[in-house]
Structures are given as structure tokens and as C-alpha cells.
Nanobody, 122 residues
Framework: LQLVESGGGMVQAGGSLRLSCAAP????????VGWFRQAPGGDREGVSCITSGGVTTDYTSSVKGRFTISRDGAKNTVYLQMNNLKLEDTAVYYC????????????????WGKGTLVTVSA
């Protein structure tokens, strides 16, 4: 299984981006999928998670009310809608998947994408 992220780019502060995570050839709806990010020189941090049952969790308090994770079963894609972007949201964003469908703890994740860069400018 290969996870492919897309949708990153450069945006001004206050703008929006929507990241996509796809798994060509696989039914992503069976997996829990999490979004993580790693800022330049920083550690990886969890952002949001959606289980196979559709339960969502935000791990980073700074994104609550601004980021929304969702999935589209028909398109076999998980999204991260990012609104009101701030300079500190600049990072490489990764999606990762858990075959068990219930966990986004890094130790439980079976597959990782290569990431997509989000750059927020002033």
C-alpha cells in the first residue's frame, strides 16, 4: 500500500489549503488515517486522526477550530481542510494509516506517505 499526499503549496497567512491522502488500489475507508506534520528543525507532531468508523480527534490544540479531517469514501481519500493558516503551520504534512482502523498512535501506524510541504508566508 502506498499513501500519496497532495495539496500542499505556498499560501499567505489567513489563507486555506486542502490536503488529500489517497491509497490507489486500496480501500482507505478500512483504515484509521492520521495527519502529522514536521516543521523545519522540529519534531513530528500529530495533527488529526479519523478512524474507520469516522471518529475524529484533533491532537494539536493550535489547530482546533481551523483544521478539519474528513474522508470521502467514494473518492477513497482522506482530507485535511486547513483554514486561517498561520506562519507556524509551515511544515511537511504526512498522512499515515493503521490497518486496524482504530488508532493513530505512531506505534500503531502501518503505512506512511512521503509528505507534502505547506509553506505559510506573511
Amino acid at each position: 500500500l502506498q499513501l500519496v499526499e497532495s495539496g500542499g503549496g505556498m499560501v499567505q497567512a489567513g489563507g486555506s489549503l486542502r490536503l488529500s491522502c489517497a491509497a490507489p488500489g486500496f480501500t482507505l475507508g478500512h483504515f484509521a488515517v492520521g495527519w502529522f506534520r514536521q516543521a523545519p528543525g522540529g519534531d513530528r507532531e500529530g495533527v488529526s486522526c479519523i478512524t474507520s468508523g469516522g471518529v475524529t480527534t484533533d491532537y494539536t490544540s493550535s489547530v482546533k477550530g481551523r483544521f478539519t479531517i474528513s474522508r470521502d469514501g467514494a473518492k477513497n481519500t482522506v482530507y485535511l481542510q486547513m483554514n486561517n493558516l498561520k506562519l507556524e503551520d509551515t511544515a511537511v504534512y504526512y498522512c499515515a494509516a493503521d490497518m486496524g482502523g482504530t488508532s493513530c498512535r505512531p506505534r500503531d501506524l502501518d503505512y506512511w506517505g512521503k509528505g507534502t510541504l505547506v509553506t505559510v508566508s506573511a
